[in-house]
């Protein structure tokens, strides 16, 4: 397994997505920042699902979720760049969803921080935390002006959550943080999930007291012409004909791309 290292996780962004793998049944494509995983309301000439749709128009005819999101598996924020999961057929996208309900589809990230900043309103009592690994969860709720924002609801012993709290599947959504390691005045952050909420890392590092760079709606701290300090490096599923685990991930930028397993 290749994995980027701190000091190359966030080199200049390829400008436009591109195919990492196909196959008959799925394909794993690298969305840049500042495109759109799937159309919204108004139109936008950068949404990843109609570019990768005017390569293979069938995956529109996939049916997920949301029918036009066609065999799109999972969303990016628009800030964020990284790895999204296509599936080309209806069988596939099946099979994969039901993994994505089992928790059985994971995805990696790497994330800077440039250290501690004040707490935002609206957030519980920092996060506290042991030794590495360690695990940030919680339920979520919305907040601020057209509910864009989300904030974690601690759900303690025998508590009971709010209609509008977002729990998944009943339990709380879960941040695995695997490294955390200093980078001269910055943070680094490598982290895991499977059931994922909107917002969620950038949300979960903020209560942690490290919100990402670059990342103006939780605190983060802004540097000029910087995007946001997140991206989806790797991603982990069983191929849906196979079901052999199949795992990406992003190699370094002289390693030759990505490196299956």
């Given amino acids: 397994m290749m994995r ?5 996780a966030f080199s200049p962004a390829p400008p436009q997505p591109y195919i990492l793998e196909e196959t008959a049944s799925y394909a794993v494509v690298y969305k840049p920042p500042l495109w759109h995983s799937a159309p919204l309301e108004h139109p936008s000439a950068r949404v990843l699902l109609f570019w ?17 999101e066609g065999g799109l598996l999972h969303r990016l924020d628009y800030e964020t760049a990284g790895l ?3 599936a080309k057929t209806q069988g596939a996208l099946d099979a994969l969803a039901r993994q994505q309900r089992e928790g059985l589809f994971t995805k ?18 920092a996060f506290p935390h042991g030794p590495l690994p360690f695990t940030i969860q919680s339920a979520f709720r919305p907040f601020g002006p057209g509910r864009r924002e989300v904030r974690p609801v601690v759900l303690s012993d025998g508590g009971k959550t709010k209609k509008r709290d977002a729990l ?4 709380p959504y879960k941040t695995e943080v695997l490294e955390m390691s200093s980078r001269g005045n910055q943070v680094y952050f490598r982290l895991r999930i ?8 950038r949300c979960h590092l903020a209560w942690l007291g490290y919100a990402i760079l670059n990342d103006k709606t939780y605190g983060g701290v802004s540097l000029k012409d ?5 991206r989806a490096q790797g991603i982990s599923f069983n191929d849906p004909e196979s079901n052999i685990p199949r795992n990406y991930r992003i190699a370094p930028p002289d390693a030759g791309g990505m490196d299956p397993e």
Avoid: N, W
């Fill in 4 to 8: 980027i290292p701190p000091e190359d």
């Fill in 52 to 68: 990768y749709a005017d390569l293979h128009p069938g995956v529109l005819a996939v049916r997920g979720r949301k029918a036009i």
């Fill in 84 to 86: 999204v999961l296509f």
């Fill in 108 to 125: 990696e990230y790497d994330a800077l921080s440039q250290g501690k900043g004040e707490a935002l309103p609206g957030f519980p009592p």
């Fill in 168 to 171: 998944d599947q009943g339990k």
């Fill in 194 to 201: 499977s059931r994922g909420f909107r917002h969620q890392i």
């Fill in 226 to 230: 910087g995007t946001l300090a997140l």
